[in-house]
């Protein structure tokens, strides 16, 4: 199954660099699986999960506590 990743950044952090393994990150998120079929500027798929409205969302990098797609997108953050 290919992955297709996006990210939007809202709101840049301080950090200079990118986080590393072990590496504290603080995110605010929304998780969607796409459909080719459906995705146009209107509708972007299915939201199977967001921390909109919990709080901002604390995890280490490289610990395997979130789904690959996740993990990729968190060690790119800005």
């Known amino acids: 199954m290919a992955m297709h990743l ?3 950044i809202v709101q840049k952090g301080l950090a200079q660099e990118h986080p590393e393994v072990g590496d504290e990150v603080i995110v ?3 998780g969607w699986l796409y ?3 459906k995705v146009d500027n209107q509708h972007r798929g299915t939201q ?3 921390s909109v ?3 901002d969302f604390k995890t280490v990098i ?3 506590r979130v789904i ?3 993990a990729i997108c ?3 953050v800005e």
């Open 6 to 8: 996006q990210k939007q």
């Open 28 to 30: 605010e998120y929304t």
């Open 35 to 37: 459909e080719d079929s």
């Open 48 to 50: 199977f999960d967001s």
């Open 53 to 55: 409205g919990r709080g």
């Open 62 to 64: 490289g610990v395997g």
């Open 68 to 70: 690959p797609g996740m």
């Open 74 to 76: 968190l060690s790119h």
